[in-house]
């Protein structure tokens, strides 16, 4: 069995780099500085994925996925103090911190169907924003104010839209074909 390796995630503030690695048949969050020295496991029990760094470069938060659950983590970028932060019903994944550090956006699947949403760090204030029979993979924009994600339907190839923190401003970005995993580029100068 060879290394696998996926979803790397640069620090806000540089110099490291967080990803999935494969220990054992299962994946773990490692970090690595980005010359590709001094890499570290930080977890161990259980299948965790999808880390996403605080805009501090000071923590993560990650999928774990122990005993069926599938919930919301959070840890000092060192991988210590590991806590759960999600609490709700149905499978919780894609998480993403919010460029102001006050909200993580995430993918919820309950009941058949999709939403995004968000929560503060501590996991208190837990919003669905939007639901559908597949919304994920959600993006925050530089600002913070506003979330992309793809949208797929019955029937219907993958979309963009975007909402905002009221959840009341949906809107479809127009594609010429169709697109998925969106991402935002940073405040240009």
């Known amino acids: 069995q060879g290394n696998y390796n996926t979803s790397p995630a640069w620090a806000p503030k540089g110099g490291r ?78 998480p993403v911190w919010s ?20 929560m503060r760090p501590d996991g208190g204030g837990e919003r669905i924003l939007t639901e559908s029979y597949l919304d994920e993979a959600p993006t925050w924009s530089p600002n913070g104010r506003v979330i992309m994600f793809f949208r797929e339907g019955r029937g219907e190839g993958p979309q963009l839209w975007s909402v905002d923190l009221t959840g009341r401003n949906l809107r479809r970005i127009p594609t010429q074909t169709d697109a998925s995993d969106p991402a935002w580029s940073p405040i240009l100068p």
């Open 17 to 94: 780099i967080a990803f999935e690695g494969m220990v054992g048949g299962t994946f773990q969050v490692f970090v690595i500085d980005e010359d590709g020295g001094n890499l570290r496991q930080l977890t161990s029990s259980g299948r965790n994925e999808s880390p996403s760094w605080s805009p501090d470069s000071r923590y993560l938060v990650y999928t774990s996925r122990l005993n069926g659950r599938h919930r919301l983590c959070v840890m000092n970028a060192n991988g210590s103090n590991q806590r759960r932060i999600s609490f709700g019903e149905g499978r919780y994944s894609t």
């Open 99 to 118: 460029p102001r550090g006050d909200l993580i956006a995430f993918t919820r699947q309950s009941g058949g169907r999709f939403a995004i949403g968000v």
